[in-house]
């Protein structure tokens, strides 16, 4: 076990805590202790995308396609592959809220420059903590009953690993946009918890529009760019002149994150299809149309057309179009620990 798996011991202490008896029980135990954990990562790493409101959004987006997609994995049942789909749904509950628990950033000399992630880096830690604590609650589950229906099963965990690792994003350098490889590997497809927990965790485009999808571009800036915030507390961010190495800085990385936003737009409407081959026509077609409904050239138009993306365009135009006073809420402690320090 690493070093800070001895923290799953606070939820089962000799006799304060009944064991599970099932295995929906065993998922929330789980799930609990993922969101301690993600809780204190998005206080001490002071996340303003990676938050409750994020697991939220991925949790409706990965229901509205475990619904759509229902009704093919209920055929495959009846036709005699086993597939448990309650046990698939509680699995798919559990990724969505573990699958960011750790995030862990580069160190970073220069105070003004985009911190930012290894891929894969986060996955790996968030699997490793994840099965940390699986293991422990299997052992004290064996311990009382070597038959408990409550142990987390290595089919499960394989499962959780895998749906984890789909997550875990590439840089295209041709698109200059990221997707998630696994979901590429048609010689061993991934499951179907791990197709809906990737896809539903970056569409927000196709599924939510413009709107949300820029909404979650904004917050990514912000907490990629700490530096940037107290000169949005102290009002000295709208104070810079044009010829200030920290004007040209700040302008610089905003105009990436557009550019970032525009061309991941293409590349999700361009990697879709692929991203759901293997699926039925007739499940293709209810994803195109009702779920994944704003993901269509137009869409990708009005981005193009909206977001700021000339080399010319001012820092107070760029700061209109993130938002991002109104993003500083979504971590208000971390905020408030900032203003402080001013």
Do not use: W
Not at 157 to 164: F, L, S
Request: overall charge negative; aromatic content about 8%.
């Amino acid at each position: 076990m690493n070093q800070d798996s001895s923290r799953s011991s606070v939820y089962f202490p000799d006799g304060l805590l009944e064991l599970p008896q099932s295995i929906g029980e065993s998922i929330d135990c789980v799930k609990a202790f993922a969101l301690q954990e993600f809780d204190r990562e998005v206080v001490q790493k002071q996340l303003y995308y990676h938050t409750r409101e994020h697991l939220e959004n991925v949790s409706r987006r990965s229901v509205q396609i475990f619904q759509a997609v229902y009704p093919f994995l209920e055929t495959l049942s009846q036709q005699g592959q086993s597939f448990d789909l309650p046990r698939i749904e509680l699995l798919l509950d559990l990724c969505v809220v573990a699958h960011d628990t750790v995030q862990i950033f580069v160190d970073q000399p220069d105070q003004h420059a985009s911190r930012r992630r290894e891929p894969g880096v986060s996955e790996r830690a968030t699997i490793e903590r994840l099965l940390d604590y699986i293991h422990a609650l299997n052992q004290q589950l064996r311990e009382c009953d070597p038959n408990s229906l409550a142990i987390v099963t290595d089919n499960d965990i394989a499962i959780i690993q895998e749906a984890i690792g789909a997550t875990i994003c590439t840089y295209d350098p041709i698109e200059q946009a990221i997707y998630q490889a696994d979901l590429y590997d048609f010689k061993s497809p991934v499951s179907i918890v791990s197709r809906i927990l990737a896809l539903a965790d970056i569409n927000a485009l196709g599924m939510d529009g413009i709107d949300v999808y820029n909404e979650e571009g904004n917050l990514l800036f912000l907490e990629e760019n700490l530096d940037v915030i107290p000169l949005l507390l102290d009002g000295t961010i709208y104070q810079l002149e044009l010829d200030d190495p920290l004007y040209q800085n700040v302008q610089q990385r905003l105009l990436k994150r557009c550019r970032f936003q525009v061309n991941f737009a293409k590349s999700r409407a361009t990697r879709f299809e692929s991203e759901v081959a293997g699926l039925p026509e007739n499940i293709r077609l209810i994803l195109t149309r009702d779920v994944f409904r704003y993901l269509n050239s137009t869409t990708v138009e009005q981005i193009v057309a909206t977001t700021p993306t000339a080399e010319t365009t001012p820092l107070e135009s760029l700061l209109k179009f993130f938002k991002l006073e109104e993003c500083l809420d979504r971590n208000p402690k971390a905020s408030q620990a900032i203003k402080t320090h001013l």
